[in-house]
């Protein structure tokens, strides 16, 4: 009986991609964007970025290696313009899994082009924001609250801006990780088929 094997690499990268596909929900862009606009630090980027790139799901996990995966979509001043696929690998100390979900604010067009024009990567010191929203947290007797913020609940205000022509924002939906840096994610994207005519 001839046995097979499975490097951990491709172990690491199924789990991450089976957790994001385990947490995905028919209507998952428009509900991910909707928690993203209530926290009144990334509202404004809605409003005055040149497009984003939302990610409802991203699964991660890992074991000495670890992983991340995740599909989005990528929007152009309000309209949707293709799909983008998210995939990072390292090794290093980390330990668990999580799933989150991860928005990416382009500033202008060169920012905007500079993410679409193919594969795009993060440098190593790129970081996110974390936001927390209260819309998962709390529901009991009292009724189910929801709200918004940036970073843990300390009542400080995050610092954000753009670096590189580019704010990214990430809420975790649960899990434990011990690593949040968000630099050596990669990108892949798909424009849109336009409809040719007959």
């Known amino acids: 009986m001839k046995r097979i094997f499975f490097s951990p690499l491709v172990i690491v990268l199924a789990a991450a991609a089976l957790l994001s596909a385990a947490t995905a929900r028919a209507d998952k862009f428009s509900d991910t964007i909707e928690v993203f606009k209530k926290s009144e630090t990334v509202r404004p980027f809605f409003k005055n970025a040149y497009g984003y790139a939302v990610f409802p799901t991203v699964g991660k996990g890992g074991i000495g290696i670890g992983g991340a995966y995740g599909k989005g979509r990528v929007y152009c ?3 949707l313009t293709g799909e983008a696929t998210l995939m990072k690998l390292s090794i290093g100390f980390q330990l ?3 799933a989150f979900s991860e928005i990416i604010f382009f500033r202008d067009k060169r920012a905007y082009d500079r993410f679409t024009g193919g594969k795009f990567e993060f440098d190593a010191a790129a970081s996110a924001v974390a936001i927390t929203a209260g819309v998962q947290a709390k ?3 009292e009724g ?3 709200g918004a ?3 843990p609940a300390t009542g400080k205000q995050a610092e954000t801006g753009y670096h590189n022509g580019m704010a990214v924002f990430v809420h975790t939906k ?3 990780m011990y690593e949040a840096s968000i630099g050596g994610q990669k990108f892949s994207f798909t424009p849109l088929k336009t409809k040719k005519s007959k």
Request: glycine share 38%.
């Open 77 to 79: 001043r309000g309209r």
């Open 96 to 98: 668990g899994g999580q």
């Open 139 to 141: 529901a009991g007797t």
């Open 144 to 146: 189910a609250t929801a």
């Open 149 to 151: 913020s940036a970073g």
């Open 174 to 176: 649960g899990g434990l």
